[in-house]
């Protein structure tokens, strides 16, 4: 079969290639992959700087749905053309955290497409408990595109963050499909939702979008400028995928008691923080990584439900997904950049 896969690390040794064929064994499914939507996580894997040893060919990619092709034996209740959405988080299943029910803190805790063979492929091989059907009202394109950031943006929110309703939120980095999940999902229930950018376009979008108002990071200060937004205030919960500097910002655009929960360093691994603000203003540092199964089964439950639907950017064909994967790293994008696999 074909697949956007590595034979190296760095954009020139992307390519769609024949890799093996993947088998259902024991408690698994072959997903027919018709959409694979793309993420950050799939360009840290195509740099090498995560430090997994990779076997060439590695098909890229996390997110993806399609149709159930095969099962392996003793699953039960998913038939052969099932459409379903992929949870690309594998856990074991076995450990005390997972029978807890948090299978996003397992030990043994690994994703699609940058320890395993990923989406960007005709068919990928998951444990059943990792699919997931979903509503007819949604397109493979969509579904994919709510794998990574909507679940993350899910257990950051309501799970991690503990986010109740009219509570004041800033989101940092809107231009990024996390930060975009986040604002859908905290939208209807959030009392004001603040967003920061360095691009003013970027910002007018989330304002067309029913942000409450955006501030540039890369002309003012953060934390300044939400305290004059909010009446010296300060917002409940700020949520971040940057890290780097924006973690201390974030400390000081927040309310006494308030809160912030970081699910990525895109913007640098290492913080500098003000300690007397943390324990003086009483505040919260919350990590946070993709989301648990019952995490990943209300998320779906509220966009189907809700009508509410993921920002799609662009589709690719197949064959163009190296290009694809070349315009996510130039950023430019506004909504998910998504692959068309066996459309
Ligand atoms: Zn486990």
Redesign the pocket.
């Known amino acids: 079969m074909k697949a956007i896969a590595l034979t190296g690390y760095g954009h020139e040794n992307v390519s769609l290639q024949d890799v093996a064929e993947p088998e259902a064994g024991p408690g698994e499914v072959v997903v027919r992959i018709k959409a694979a939507a793309l993420n950050h996580l799939d360009l840290f894997t195509l740099s090498g700087v995560l430090g997994i040893e990779h076997q060439w060919p590695h098909p890229l990619g996390a997110d993806g749905a399609g149709e159930i092709e095969t099962t392996g034996d003793g699953v039960k209740g998913l038939k052969p053309g099932t459409r379903v959405m992929i949870n690309p988080a594998h ?9 807890a029910g948090e ?1 996003s ?5 690994r994703m699609l497409g940058e320890h395993l063979p990923g989406t960007l492929a005709e068919k990928v091989v998951v444990p059943q408990t990792n699919v997931y059907p979903f509503p007819e009202d949604l397109s493979f394109v969509e579904a994919a595109a709510l794998g990574v950031t909507f679940i993350t943006a899910y257990r950051m929110l309501f799970t991690r963050g503990q986010m109740r309703p009219g509570e004041w939120l800033l989101i940092t980095g809107i231009g990024g499909g996390l930060a975009q999940s986040l604002f859908q999902l905290a939208r209807p229930v959030a009392g004001r939702v603040f967003v920061t950018s360095s691009s003013q376009e970027k910002l007018d979008k989330a304002l067309a979008m029913g942000a409450t108002a955006g501030v540039n990071y890369s002309e003012e200060d953060v934390g300044k400028a939400i305290r004059q937004k909010t009446g010296k205030r300060g917002v409940d919960l700020v949520v971040d995928s940057a890290g780097g500097p924006s973690i201390d910002q974030a400390l000081s655009a927040l309310r006494k008691g308030g809160r912030v929960v970081v699910a990525g360093a895109t913007a640098g691994q290492k913080a500098e923080i003000n300690v007397n603000r943390l324990f003086w203003n009483q505040l919260s540092i919350v990590g946070s990584t993709m989301g648990s199964d019952t995490d990943v089964a209300d998320m779906l439950r509220l966009v189907s439900g809700s009508g509410l639907r993921p920002l799609i950017h662009a589709t690719y064909p197949f064959e163009e997904g190296a290009a694809a994967l070349a315009e996510l790293e130039r950023q430019e994008h506004f909504g998910k950049l998504v692959v068309e696999v066996n459309p």
């Open positions: 856990s074991c299943r076995q450990c005390e955290l997972c029978r299978q803190e397992c030990p043994r805790f």
